[in-house]
């Protein structure tokens, strides 16, 4: 058996390619997300996070060969989970990132993390609208609140990024929740409805969106900060699914 840790949007077509080629695939999320995967006899779902120790017994309890990491290209903590466990177990551990789009995107302001990100986005004095993920809105929220800036979220409609959302001191008036990704007119309505002048997002890819929203913010004359990439701490990388999945089959 497979385990495949996901819930980006590629997930469900990696386990559907894998469980067509004869493959048994354990797909982990973190979250309870909807992931269209049907109801394959070979594709079985579990959900909830896992550290280093539970992701090793989940391995050898269910007689995981081979554990693919196909997570955001951002989750740093997952990766080095499933490196460890991996590790641990003694079984390979492939990684699928996702290709990258903000080396297309000539307006794009890249800097290496949030807190470099919050401080160059309240420079320019404008409503910022963060799309980049709610796990660090806190790092935005103390910036906004520092300057005065009006910070506005677009974040997953589920619980838990609402609350955190709160806690950050982000206005309920402010906070957008949504799956996306969104296309161009989504993101352009959503910054004329603001006045947003400046957007804060991740290198998601295509996949996550991201053209979409570099476009939006060049049509209304708005500035695209970007998160770069962490660094991945790995040796076995994809970035090609179809590559991804006949290393599977002969490994």
Do not use: W
């Amino acid at each position: 058996m497979i385990l495949l840790l996901g819930g980006t949007v590629e997930t469900a077509a990696l386990a559907l390619a894998l469980a067509g080629a004869g493959e048994r695939v354990l797909v982990s999320t973190a979250t309870q997300a909807p992931l269209k995967i049907g109801s394959h006899e070979r594709i079985s779902r579990r959900c909830g996070r896992l550290d280093a120790a539970a992701m090793e017994h989940l391995l050898r309890s269910e007689g995981i060969r081979l554990l693919i990491d196909a997570t955001h290209p951002y989750a740093v903590e997952v990766h080095a989970t499933a490196k460890k466990a991996a590790d641990r177990a003694e079984i390979p551990c492939l990684t699928y990132v996702r290709p990258g789009a903000a080396d297309k995107a000539e307006e794009a302001l890249v800097v290496a993390s949030h807190e470099e990100a919050a401080r160059l986005a309240v420079s320019f004095q404008r409503p910022i609208l963060l799309t980049a993920g709610s796990r660090n809105i806190g790092i935005y929220a103390q910036e906004a609140a520092r300057t005065g800036a009006i910070l506005i979220a677009r974040v997953l409609d589920c619980e838990d990024s609402v609350a955190a959302c709160r806690k950050a001191g982000v206005p309920a008036e402010h906070i957008v929740t949504g799956r996306g990704p969104f296309g161009v007119e989504e993101n352009r309505a959503l910054i004329r409805r603001f006045a947003v002048g400046v957007l804060v997002t991740k290198d998601s890819g295509e996949a996550g969106g991201f053209p979409a929203k570099a476009e939006a913010a060049r049509l209304e004359s708005g500035r695209l900060v970007v998160v770069g990439r962490p660094e991945l701490k790995t040796d076995l990388v994809f970035h090609d699914l179809a590559d991804l999945v006949t290393t599977c089959l002969t490994t």
